[in-house]
């Protein structure tokens, strides 16, 4: 079952893993200068007629990053990056899917021990949260029925502090 303690474990074993992969790449371009391969970029010239549509992905820690650019006659006409937070935070889309976030606390065992419903701090909800993302909770309101819960921190989003 997926949950926070999960998503913390595949990316300590995600961090071993691309460990492994740059020793490899570290491995074979030493033995790429070794052999006299030293080359270390491919000549680009930016194209100067017509419009081009380029786009690139990376796989970050919190998710998929992207960049978007339309090229017209070698001036950048618009420039966009779409960071994980944004996907990961997203409302749900024109299917009615939950975005990663909502769908990840619907049903998220509550734990935290509180005396009065205006006690709650919704612990829980935030540390699922920030299984995701470790800033996000920084600013996280929960709807509690009729009243809001609004976590503004700079620190520990745990309430640590209070």
């Given at each position: 079952m997926w949950n926070a303690f999960e998503r913390n474990r595949a990316r300590a074993y995600a961090i071993a893993f691309n460990a492994l992969v740059s020793m490899n790449d570290w491995m074979k371009a030493l033995d790429l200068l070794r052999n006299g391969r030293n080359e270390v970029s491919t000549p680009f010239e930016i194209p100067k007629r017509g419009t081009r549509i380029g786009v690139g992905f990376w796989g970050a820690g919190r998710g998929w990053l992207t960049h978007h650019l339309v090229l017209d006659n070698g001036l950048v006409s618009n420039y966009q990056i779409v960071t994980?937070?944004?996907?990961?935070?997203?409302?749900?889309?024109?299917?009615?899917?939950?975005?990663?976030?909502?769908?990840?606390?619907?049903?998220?065992?509550?734990?935290?021990?509180?005396?009065?419903?205006e006690k709650f701090k919704g612990i829980d909800v935030l540390r699922t949260i920030r299984s995701f993302d470790p800033c996000m909770p920084c600013t996280t309101h929960i709807f509690a029925g009729d009243r809001v819960i609004s976590r503004e921190v700079n620190t520990c989003a745990c309430g640590a502090e209070d």
């Open positions: 994980p937070s944004t996907i990961n935070a997203s409302p749900r889309d024109p299917w009615d899917s939950l975005g990663a976030y909502e769908e990840a606390v619907m049903n998220t065992p509550l734990l935290e021990t509180f005396a009065a419903p």
